[in-house]
Antibody
Framework: QVQLQQSGPGLVQPSETLSLTCTFS????????YMWIRQPAGKALEWLGH???????NFNPSLRSRINMSIDKSKQQISLELTSVTAADTALYYC???????????WGQGTVVRVSS | QPDLTQPPSASGTPGQRVTISCSGS????????VNWYQQLPGAAPKVLIL???QRPSGVPGRFSGSRSGTSASLAISGLQSEDEADYHC???????????FGGGTKLTVL
């Protein structure tokens, strides 16, 4: 059973960089693609972007100038970086995997990230 | 404003059948399948329905999905108290080249 374990700081200073990591286990790492999604308190889920095993990325246009994702195949990890954060980036952040053949998804436990000085 | 429109709330009594709608456009629901997620309080979303009407292993048969035109629906029959949760729809959007989510529907079991 696919599991995703998220890690990263819960507090980020304004104008700094938010960095989160997601570790995959329980399946074939190369048979999925990986997404980051966030949910501000009381608001809708928002797709931030996704990264394929090849390293190809697609980002939400609203974040394209500030976002990056990377994949570490040796550690079966994906990472998210969001630069120049503001209070508007305060949210619950999730990583998720989607099976290439089945479309079935697994989600990480979520990380609350607060942007504050 | 989410690009997929869901009613903010829905309710029903135990044993009832409830449906939750999700409205989109030609670039998303009109051309791509819909997933539905259940989010229990304090938990991560969990996939309930994949590809319009497929239930992942472990999801009870009480949950079903359908899609027609630019809209989709989630139906829950034999409503139970443990079904009280937020429900989200999602669809791939060809213009965004990414996933769009609905605003979520809070289901209350009376």
């Amino acid at each position: 059973q696919v599991q995703l374990q998220q890690s990263g700081p819960g507090l980020v200073q304004p104008s700094e960089t938010l960095s989160l990591t997601c570790t995959f286990s329980g399946g074939a790492f190369n048979s999925h693609y990986y997404m980051w999604i966030r949910q501000p308190a009381g608001k809708a889920l928002e797709w931030l972007g996704h990264i394929r095993y090849s390293g190809r990325v697609n980002f939400n246009p609203s974040l394209r100038s500030r976002i990056n994702m990377s994949i570490d195949k040796s550690k079966q990890q994906i990472s998210l970086e969001l630069t120049s954060v503001t209070a508007a980036d305060t949210a619950l952040y999730y990583c998720a995997s989607s099976g290439l053949l089945t479309g079935n998804q697994a989600w990480g436990q979520g990380t609350v990230v607060r942007v504050s000085s | 404003q989410p690009d997929l429109t869901q009613p903010p709330s829905a309710s029903g009594t135990p044993g009832q059948r409830v449906t939750i709608s999700c409205s989109g456009s030609a670039s998303n629901i009109g051309n791509n399948a819909v997933n539905w997620y259940q989010q229990l309080p304090g938990a991560a979303p969990k996939v309930l329905i994949l590809n319009d009407n497929q239930r992942p292993s472990g999801v009870p048969g009480r949950f079903s999905g359908s899609r027609s035109g630019t809209s989709a629906s989630l139906a829950i029959s034999g409503l139970q108290s443990e079904d009280e949760a937020d429900y989200h729809c999602a669809s791939w959007d060809d213009t965004l080249d990414g996933w769009l989510f609905g605003g979520g529907t809070k289901l209350t079991v009376l």
